[in-house]
């Protein structure tokens, strides 16, 4: 076969590729995440003496107490940290009483106060949050609050606040250790979503 041959058969050849990658189908795959087992769920009672408060916790979380809360020092020990290491999520609750401080420099924690500073908290993700939706508690148990659903890529996707109006007042922040991105923890805040739910209806206020 002459060189000019060898070069008609090859120029054939390549356009022959050229015409099926053009007819071929090309289906781009869809972006995805880690696929996550998650646990059944099942529960324990958090009932420790001293503390004003009792609820329900999920057995794969562990409970330490909190010595800081984002640069802010506890008032009271009865500030605590619901952890869970296989989602690298943690429920930081913060509790403190209505009534006067004991440094009297401070204002008084008034319900009117406490209940501001939660809104405060919560609606500074508002230049991160797609919407924030608050719904009222009211528990079998007669505890009462508002529960935050924060929208969009905000540090935080779920908060709440439980209160006697008189005498306690608590509240829970639900944060990731992870750079917030709504589409891949979706799955993930579901899942805890019912923890807090379970928490939050379980919640007693105790006699101190």
């Known amino acids: 076969m002459s ?9 054939f050849a390549f356009a022959c590729c050229c015409l099926l990658a053009c007819n071929s189908t090309y289906t781009p795959k869809r972006k995805g995440y880690f696929k996550i087992d998650f646990p059944p769920h099942e529960y324990q009672t ?3 003496p001293g503390y004003p408060y009792t609820f329900d916790y999920p057995v794969y979380a562990s409970i330490a107490r909190d ?10 020990p009865y500030w605590i940290n619901i952890n869970f290491p296989r989602f690298g999520a ?16 401070e204002p008084n924690n008034t319900f009117d106060k406490l209940r501001d500073d939660a809104f405060k908290m ?26 935050f659903i924060v ?18 007042f608590l509240r829970g922040a639900l944060y990731f250790d992870t750079t917030p991105n709504e589409d891949s923890l979706a799955i993930v805040n579901h899942f805890l979503q019912q923890d807090l739910t379970q928490l939050i209806n ?6 101190k």
């Open 90 to 105: 943690t429920i930081y609750i913060s509790y403190k009483d209505i009534g006067p401080q004991k440094n009297p420099k």
């Open 67 to 76: 010595s800081s809360f984002f640069d802010t020092v506890p008032e009271n």
């Open 46 to 48: 958090f009932d420790q």
């Open 122 to 147: 919560t609606y500074k993700h508002t230049y991160k949050a797609s919407s924030i939706q608050p719904s009222v508690i009211q528990t079998p148990n007669g505890v009462g609050g508002i529960f």
């Open 151 to 168: 929208g969009g890529n905000a540090a935080t996707a779920q908060q709440f606040y439980l209160t006697d109006t008189t005498r306690h």
């Open 3 to 11: 060189r000019f041959s060898h070069r008609l058969t090859f120029i």
């Open 202 to 207: 379980t919640f007693k206020w105790k006699n």
